[in-house]
């Protein structure tokens, strides 16, 4: 296939057309991945996420120059809605971030929820294996953490930085929130705020007293996450990051974690795959059954409640496992 | 069951109770539920969504004295991470939203994601029904517009307001995300800023030219939707703004959309049911199955894709309609 060839040789625009199709839920997308899936598994997948305004586009930005510094080519998918990437925030930010748009090695793309239900985790998925039979040698993939219930980054990544800011209590939000357990990496952003030091004790404290991992994900034993301070505003502390998260990764391969990851991420992608593909065949075998149409009947009339009436329906459902 | 009667009592601790249930997905909450349904459709049941920043928590706590002045039981449901309700914000946003705490015709509960992917349209549906059930006039419920794929405020509320504040280019916003043809309220916050008076007149324009209704939702023809400033901080034209959500509620009375209405909500909410009652029975009876195991094997080998791997099992998924 053309297309499949232009995305290999790594041509941008085959590249943005084909993300464009992932959003659009186009049905010739699954072919198309299937094409690229055997030229996977170069690339180092980073996730990064923050509540809104803790400067991750800002942070990003000065990562990527950090990476450019080491001949890296780096993807950035933002699937954050409050990014400047992803067109949430105010011009001046957009327009900044514009300072790489220029430089054939950095592909800036981001990915619109577009109204598929729960399927922006998928999309993310299958945006980031489009960007790796690419050729990027780094995947950055940011996100806002907190209320993006259908998506868990740790799937998609193999490094996650988690940036908070000084003096906001974000650290005992991220313990709420359960994502101080599937932090790599702790970014103290704006540090140079009052009450910097207090957040890296404070983060350093509750990694300490973590459990120990008990994700569904086979995790890693043997790395202490770090916590770095930063001021991605000036560049201050960028660079170390930079390097912390090649260190994880150089640390996950030696420890031959990154082929337990990987499996991690292909199972989560195929159990999320099986999900969709299911309920597209069920829900359309559903609907235009005699029985559907009849139970909906009668929820207008009101003589079934829905949660009945779901009930009724899921119970006529069988599955055979046929050897062919 | 004492549960449900407390609960169609009014009782704030047994509703509070109940909606951790749904948070925590606990299995007895669908039997609950049932219980609940035949006493549900006295609310009105408000959306109020808009970008972080735009102001939201405010107006809505001035909205809830507006509403209270005319002695209506109010519940808010908030489902926006950013929000100071929910808990994601700086402490003196939520300390001054507890004015109402101590007025027990008012009830106001966050619901967090807690990683129920894809949950928390289901959940904050199933929240309302509580709500409705324990006898409140009016419940609101806030989130966040752009960027949570699953979430669907038409599906759960009769009336939809959209915030926005002035200079933003938040109405290009509002089209590219398609949320301009789902409100019936806009609202430009903060109007005491410079181009308010421009945001209202791009988004009357917009309003003028908005496609013609082709929703999923049967919409209601003959309402205009409004555009209003507002001044939330010190409660400008809040008064008005309350009064606009009580006229479109009668006027979707009058001409009998609401029953239109409810047919949507609920076909919408039976095809939720229906979606996570038929994913956890196949699941179960898939990831029992020898084929699924024996593929996932493949796939760690690497002898077959993740997505041809879905396509063979979802390939031997079969329904039968036995008429019983």
């Given at each position: 296939m053309l297309e499949v060839k232009n995305i290999l040789a790594g041509n941008q625009r085959a590249g943005a057309r084909m993300i464009r199709l992932i959003e659009d839920n186009d049905p010739t997308v699954f072919g198309l991945l299937k094409e690229l899936y055997p030229h996977v598994g170069h690339a180092f997948i980073i996730g990064i996420t923050g509540s809104p305004g803790v400067g991750k586009s800002t942070l990003i930005d000065a990562l990527i120059s950090e990476f450019r510094k080491l001949d890296k080519k780096i993807a950035v998918i933002a699937v954050d809605p409050t990014s400047p990437f992803s067109g949430g925030a105010i011009l001046g930010d957009r327009l900044r971030m514009q300072r790489h748009a220029t430089d054939k090695r950095v592909f800036i793309r981001s990915m619109a929820s577009r109204g598929q239900k729960g399927g922006l985790s998928r999309a993310t998925k299958d945006a980031s294996i489009v960007l790796d039979a690419m050729g990027y040698d780094i995947i950055i993939i940011e996100t806002v953490g907190a209320g993006q219930a259908d998506f868990d980054i740790t799937t998609l990544a193999h490094s996650t930085g988690i940036i908070s800011i000084p003096g906001t209590g974000d650290g005992i939000q991220a313990v709420k929130a359960g994502i101080l357990e599937t932090g790599d990496i702790f970014i103290v952003n704006?540090?140079?705020?009052?009450?910097a030091d207090a957040s890296v004790y404070e983060l350093k404290m509750m990694i300490s007293m973590r459990k120990p991992p008990n994700l569904k994900i086979t995790r890693e034993t043997g790395w202490t996450p770090r916590v770095l301070k930063t001021i991605a505003q000036n560049g201050t502390g960028v660079k170390e990051l930079a390097d912390t998260f090649l260190s994880h990764f150089d640390f996950m391969k030696k420890n031959n974690f990154v082929d337990q990851k990987r499996n991690a991420m292909e199972t989560s992608y195929f159990n999320s795959l099986l999900q969709d593909l299911t309920l597209k065949k069920l829900l359309l075998l559903m609907k235009n059954s005699k029985e559907y149409k009849e139970v909906l009947q009668k929820i207008q009339e009101g003589s079934i409640d829905p949660l009945s009436a779901a009930e009724h329906i899921t119970s006529k459902i069988c599955i055979f496992e046929n050897n062919d």
């Open positions: 704006k540090s140079d705020k009052p009450d």
